[in-house]
């Protein structure tokens, strides 16, 4: 399977844990995001990288939530100390700079339920 | 402020009819609109994107309009099918980065 793969596919925790998400992107792809989608909501953007650099975050990434991407491959999404209001779908994407139109390829989400 | 707001927020049909989903959008700078697809459960898969100068992109039974100047686009969908039952969003891409403003997607139902 080459496309994007997000690990794990479904995370139930309670109040207060660490969770951490892993995202897999296309093996060419330079760019990545991440994004937060509520039930009956689009996708929200959290943040980007492009390798390795974490270019931007969206003032929804608090600062209980870390994003890396250490050698410009895979990516984690840690939350710290989790809320109820942090279960949601959480999408990552990824991209290539020299696509035409620089089209986004989704995984299929890591659903988080914070008890 | 950038927005895209999509119309109906949720579609029953029946098999084989057809449908249009509507998307008007206030983002600037404008540099595509993409439509995208989205399974319960899963994440978006892209059916059209379509640049300023394009006015309409199908992709098999799933036809694309854009008028860039009323700012609206359109998703129309022939002959319907069970498997056409998902979320469609309708997203814009702004700026220099790729970044996109989703919209809140059209739930579609098919039923038998």
């Known amino acids: 399977d080459t496309g994007v793969s997000q690990d794990p596919r479904h995370k139930i925790t309670k109040r207060g844990q660490n969770v951490t998400f892993r995202c897999d992107p296309i093996?060419?792809?330079?760019?990545l995001y991440w994004y937060r989608q509520t039930l009956g909501q689009g996708p929200e953007f959290l943040t980007y990288?492009?390798?390795?650099?974490?270019?931007?975050k969206s003032r929804l990434l608090s600062d209980r939530f870390s994003a890396e991407r250490p050698k410009g491959s895979f990516s984690t999404l840690e939350i710290q100390r989790t809320e109820q209001g942090d279960s949601a779908m959480y999408l990552c994407?990824?991209?290539?700079?020299?696509?035409?139109?620089?089209?986004?390829?989704f995984g299929p989400g890591t659903r988080l339920t914070v008890l | 402020k950038n927005q895209v707001e999509q119309s109906p927020q949720s579609l029953i049909i029946l098999e084989g009819k057809n449908c249009t989903l509507q998307?008007?959008?206030?983002?600037?700078?404008?540099?595509?609109l993409r439509w995208y697809k989205q399974d319960t459960g899963r994440g978006p898969v892209s059916l059209t994107i379509?640049?300023?100068?394009?006015n309409t992109k199908s992709n098999g039974r799933y036809t694309a309009t854009l008028d860039a100047d009323t700012k609206q686009s359109s998703l129309h969908i022939t002959a319907s099918q069970l498997s056409d039952s998902a979320s469609y969003i309708c997203?814009?891409?702004?700026?220099?980065?790729?970044?996109?403003?989703f919209g809140a997607g059209t739930r579609l139902a098919v039923h038998p």
């Open positions: 994407a990824s991209s290539s700079s020299l696509a035409n139109h620089n089209e986004q390829f």
């Open positions: 093996s060419e792809h330079n760019r």
């Open positions: 990288f492009q390798n390795e650099a974490q270019l931007e």
């Open positions: 998307c008007n959008y206030t983002v600037s700078p404008f540099s595509n």
């Open positions: 379509m640049t300023f100068s394009e």
């Open positions: 997203v814009v891409r702004t700026g220099g980065y790729n970044k996109l403003i």
